[in-house]
C-alpha cells in the first residue's frame, strides 16, 4: 500500500478562496474583516509565521492591523493594547503570537482577549466550551486536522485515535475534537509506557511531538491515517514527526511536511476570523 496525499496546500487554497468571495459579500455591508496580530520581539521563526497572517489576510481583503513590539515590552504594555484592541469595533480577531517573552506570562495575555476575539481559539473559556461539546472558537491547526480527515471520506466515528503529544495548541484540543466526532481517543506523552504499542493499534494517528522523525514504519498500523504536526528544521530542510517514505508505504493517507496541516492552520485562522466578522454583522454591533 502506498498512502494518498493529504495535500493541505491544495485544501486550504480552497478554503481561502471561498473565504474571499464570502468577504466581497460582507463589504457590501460595510463590514471588513479585521485581524490584529501581535508580535514581541525578534524571534525569527515567529516573524515568518507573522509575515504569513498578513499575507494571507490582505489576500482574503482582510483589514490587517499588526502590532510590532520591542523584546523589552512590559506585561502591562501588552495588556493595555490587548484592552485598546479588545474595545476596536474594526478588530474582528486578536491574535498574539506565542513564544512571548521571559518577563511576559503567556496564560495571563490570552486570558485577556475578549473569547469573541480569540480567533487561535486558546481563551479558557473557549477551551472550557470545547470541553463541554457547544459552539467555540476552535484551535486552528486542530481545526484543519480535522478538515484534513473528514476530507478523505472515512468515518471517524468508532474509530481508534491516537494522538501523539498533549500541548495546549495541538495535543488536547485536537483529541477533544475527535472525541466529539466519537472516535475512541487515547493521547500519548513523553511518560507513556510503550509508546509504540499504542500507536500501533490507531486508525488515526496524529503526531504532534516535536521530534523528527520520531513516528516510524513499525509504529503505524497498516492502512492508518497519518496527521504529522511536526515542523522541524534540519539541515536538510524541513521535515515531520514522522519517517514520512516507510510510513507512507503502509499508511492509507498522510500528510507531508511542508504543505500538510501547516497551510490549514492559516486557512482556519482566516476562516474562525471571518466568523466573528459574519457574527457582527448578524448581531448588527
Known sequence: MTAKILDGKKMSAEIRAAIKEKVVLLKEK??????????????????VYVG???KGCLE?????????????TSQEELLALIDKLNADKTVHGILVQLPLPRQI?????????RP??????????????LVAGLPASEPCTPKGILRLLKSTGIPLAGKEAVVIGRSNIVGKPVA?????????????????????????????LVAAIGKPRFVTADMVKEGAVVIDVGINRLEEGLV???????????ASWITPVPGGVGPM??????ENTLEQAEKTGASGR
Open 240 to 250: 515531520g514527526d514522522v519517517d514520512y517514505e516507510p510510513v507512507a508505504e503502509k
Open 116 to 129: 469573541e476575539k480569540d480567533v487561535d481559539g486558546f481563551h479558557p473559556v473557549n477551551i472550557g466550551r
Open 105 to 113: 506570562d503567556p496564560d495571563t495575555v490570552l486570558a485577556a482577549i
Open 60 to 72: 482574503a481583503g482582510f483589514a490587517s492591523f499588526l502590532h510590532r513590539l520591542p523584546e523589552t
Open 265 to 270: 492552520t492559516i486557512a482556519m485562522l482566516l
Open 176 to 204: 477533544l475534537m475527535l472525541l466529539a466526532e466519537s472516535a475512541t481517543v487515547t493521547i500519548c506523552h513523553s511518560k507513556t509506557a510503550d509508546l509504540a504499542e499504542h500507536a500501533r493499534r490507531a486508525d488515526i
Open 30 to 47: 460595510g463590514i471588513v474583516p479585521g485581524l490584529a496580530v501581535i508580535l514581541v520581539g525578534d524571534n525569527p521563526a515567529s516573524k
Open 52 to 54: 504569513q497572517k498578513e
